[in-house]
């Protein structure tokens, strides 16, 4: 039987989502714990493999179940023998051509962003941080030109596998909340980086380093050189994955992140 998980972590402690012959990573901690329940070796797929200290709400993961068991196994049982880190939120069976990742058809990916001059204390690790004052403004309109479908070669990282930059992206939303900058991107797929490369140029555009229309140069130019660099990663969450109604999965919420009101 396959079965689908809805998995949330927190990605400071761990060397990024996949298998590493070191371990450290948030897969190897999930397939040990699923191995204590089954039994037996258990490999999983995930809809969207994550960095190093990047976190996830809304992680979607699926196995081929070797043993029957109850879902609240797959839940209350895995999550006993999971780090405190990393937790199930949720287990449902599904057709056995169910793919985690290529069943997908889009992702929502959010940034927090600490804008104070101090640095963070209770946001350590859980958000990113500028410490000069930005204009949250002037990112939405220069946010508004990643809308559409791009070659998004200039936000790229110079090891992505993608066959192509061109990417569709159905939503970039930039507001404030309090010392707050949240940024929400949504669209079929991302390539490696491209998130925190655009947050770090609209970063740029926040300081007044460049008018909003410097996006759509940027993005006309392809040009990875011209862009900022790539914001911390400390600030990333995979929030959601959208499949079709069909596959039987929970709604995703991304609003929700813990000690954010209206988040």
């Known amino acids: 039987m396959r079965i689908a998980l809805g998995v949330e972590y927190d990605g400071s402690a761990f060397h990024g989502w996949q298998v590493q012959p070191g371990g450290g990573t948030v897969q190897d901690a999930l397939q040990a714990a699923l191995r204590e329940i089954a039994g037996v070796p258990v490999d999983v797929v995930c809809a969207g493999r994550t960095d190093a200290g990047v976190h996830a709400t809304g992680q979607v993961v699926h196995f081929d179940a070797p043993v029957e068991r109850p879902l609240s196994a797959w839940v209350r049982g895995v999550n006993t023998f999971l780090p405190p880190a990393v937790a199930v939120r949720w287990a449902q069976p599904v057709a056995d051509d169910f793919h985690a990742r290529f069943a997908a058809f889009g992702r929502r990916y959010r940034y927090l962003l600490l804008n104070r001059p101090q640095r963070p204390g209770v946001w350590h690790g859980r958000a990113g941080w500028y410490h000069h004052a930005l204009d949250a403004a002037a990112m939405q309109r220069a946010a508004g030109h990643f809308v559409g479908e791009h070659d998004f070669s200039a936000f790229r990282a110079a090891e992505c596998q993608a066959k192509s930059p061109v990417k569709t992206l159905r939503r970039a939303e930039v507001r404030r909340v309090g010392d707050l900058v949240v940024f929400d991107f949504e669209a079929s797929a991302f390539l490696h980086h491209m998130v925190r ?60 992140l813990p000690g954010v009101p209206g988040l």
């Not at 740029?204 to 380093?209: E, I, L, T, W």
């Not at 909003?212 to 006309?220: F, K, M, R, V």
Request: glycine content about 14%.
């Open 197 to 256: 490369n655009m947050v770090g140029s609209l970063v740029y555009v926040g300081q007044g380093k460049h008018a909003p229309g410097w996006i759509a140069e940027l993005l006309d130019e392809r040009d990875r050189r011209r862009a900022a660099p790539t914001f911390a990663a400390a600030g990333l969450y995979l929030v959601g994955v959208e499949y079709e109604a069909c596959w039987g999965l929970p709604a995703g919420d991304d609003t929700f």
